[in-house]
Nanobody
Framework: QVQLVESGGGLVQAGGSLRLSCAAS????????MGWHRQAPGKQRELVAA???????NYADSVKGRFTISRDNAKNTVYLQMNGLVPEDTAVYYC?????WGQGTQVTVSS
């Protein structure tokens, strides 16, 4: 069973940046598509960004041009670079793959 551990969340002012990291266990990481979801208080979880094993990416409309997902297969790690953060980005961010979810990391953007 793959385990996912997120890090990098925190409190940032509007307009600031954060980089989230997700370390995956096991030896099959390079074959997995990976994603970042988020859940804000009182809202449903939504897919923010995804990356295939081949490196193709897609993004939610709300984050296009601001967020970048990437992966380092040598480190079994996927990243989410978040720039131009706005208060609406405040949420718990989860790393996901194959129906497996990490524990989440809180991102709070103050206005």
């Amino acid at each position: 069973q793959v385990q996912l551990v997120e890090s990098g969340g925190g409190l940032v002012q509007a307009g600031g940046s954060l980089r989230l990291s997700c370390a995956a266990s096991g030896t099959m990481f390079r074959f997995y598509g990976m994603g970042w979801h988020r859940q804000a208080p009182g809202k449903q979880r939504e897919l923010v960004a995804a990356i295939t094993s081949g490196g193709n990416t897609n993004y939610a409309d709300s984050v296009k041009g601001r967020f970048t997902i990437s992966r380092d297969n040598a480190k079994n790690t996927v990243y989410l670079q978040m720039n131009g953060l706005v208060p609406e980005d405040t949420a718990v961010y989860y790393c996901t793959t194959r129906s497996i979810w990490g524990q989440g990391t809180q991102v709070t953007v103050s206005s």
